[in-house]
C-alpha cells in the first residue's frame, strides 16, 4: 500500500470558521510534510514532523495549527483563515523524513476561503 | 524568490518520439534532485531522481541529465507515450548536505503525448 489519503476532497469555509484537514498513510512511514499549492504556482512546504514531533515550520502564520497524533495521521486545523489561503493543500509522507527518501503524496484538500 | 523554474508551461509531443523537459535552479548548494509527474485529481508520484554526484540517471524510458555547472537538468522520456501525457515537477533539495528533506519545487511542465 503506496497510498497517502486526503479528507475531504474539497472544502469551502467562511473567515471565522474553523476547520481540520485529515492526512493519513500505512506505509509505516515516519516523516509526514504538509504543502501548500496555489494555482499555476509550485508546491510550498509548510510543517514537516518527523517521529511524530515538529521538525520544521517555515514561518506558517498561527491560524495553520498542525498535529501529528500518531505515526499515520497528520492534520491541519484551521482557524480564522484569510481569502488569499485558498489553496490546494499536499499531505505528503516518507520513510524517516531523511535526505533521498522518496516523499509520497496525497491527492490533496482543495480549500475555498469565502 | 524562485529557486528551481520550468521555463516551459507546456510541451507536446508526438507518440513514439522524445520528450525533453528542462529544469533551471539557482541554489549551488542542492545536491538532490528529482522529477515527479502529476495527473488531475492526485497527487504528484515520484518519477526518478539523481544525487549532485552523479550526470545521468536511467529507469526504463526516463533518464535525467543533470549539469551542475549550468545549473540545469533535464528529462528525457523515450518513447513517449500517450499515458505520459501529465503535468511534470522538477524539485531540489539541499538533503544530502543538511540531512532535511525539503523539497524546491518548480511550477511545473504540462506534456501532451499526441497519438
Known amino acids: 500500500d503506496t497510498e497517502v489519503t486526503q479528507t475531504p476532497k474539497h472544502l469551502v469555509m467562511g473567515m471565522t470558521n474553523k476547520k481540520s484537514l485529515k492526512c493519513e498513510q500505512h506505509?509505516?512511514?515516519?516523516?509526514m510534510y504538509w504543502y501548500k499549492q496555489k494555482a499555476k504556482k509550485p508546491p510550498e512546504l509548510m510543517f514537516v514532523y518527523s517521529y511524530e514531533k515538529l521538525s520544521i515550520n517555515e514561518s506558517v502564520p498561527s491560524r495553520f495549527s498542525p498535529e501529528c497524533p500518531n505515526s499515520s495521521l497528520l492534520n491541519l486545523h484551521l482557524h480564522a483563515l484569510q481569502p488569499e489561503d485558498s489553496a490546494l493543500y499536499l499531505c505528503a509522507s516518507s520513510l524517516r523524513g531523511l535526505a533521498g527518501d522518496t516523499q509520497y503524496f496525497g491527492p490533496g484538500t482543495r480549500l475555498t476561503v469565502l | 524568490d524562485q529557486q528551481v523554474k520550468q521555463n516551459s508551461p507546456s510541451l507536446s509531443v508526438q507518440e513514439g518520439r522524445i520528450s525533453i523537459l528542462n529544469c533551471d535552479y539557482t541554489?549551488?548548494?542542492?545536491?538532490?534532485f528529482l522529477w515527479y509527474k502529476k495527473y488531475p485529481a492526485e497527487g504528484p508520484t515520484f518519477l526518478i531522481s539523481i544525487s549532485s554526484i552523479k550526470d545521468k540517471n536511467e529507469d526504463g524510458r526516463f533518464t535525467v541529465f543533470l549539469n551542475k555547472s549550468a545549473k540545469h537538468l533535464s528529462l528525457h522520456i523515450v518513447p513517449s507515450q500517450p499515458g505520459d501525457s501529465a503535468v511534470y515537477f522538477c524539485a531540489a533539495s539541499e538533503g544530502l548536505r543538511t540531512g532535511a528533506n525539503n523539497l524546491f519545487f518548480g511550477t511545473g511542465t504540462r506534456l501532451t503525448v499526441i497519438p
Open positions: 541554489n549551488s548548494m542542492f545536491d538532490y
Open positions: 506505509m509505516g512511514h515516519r516523516a
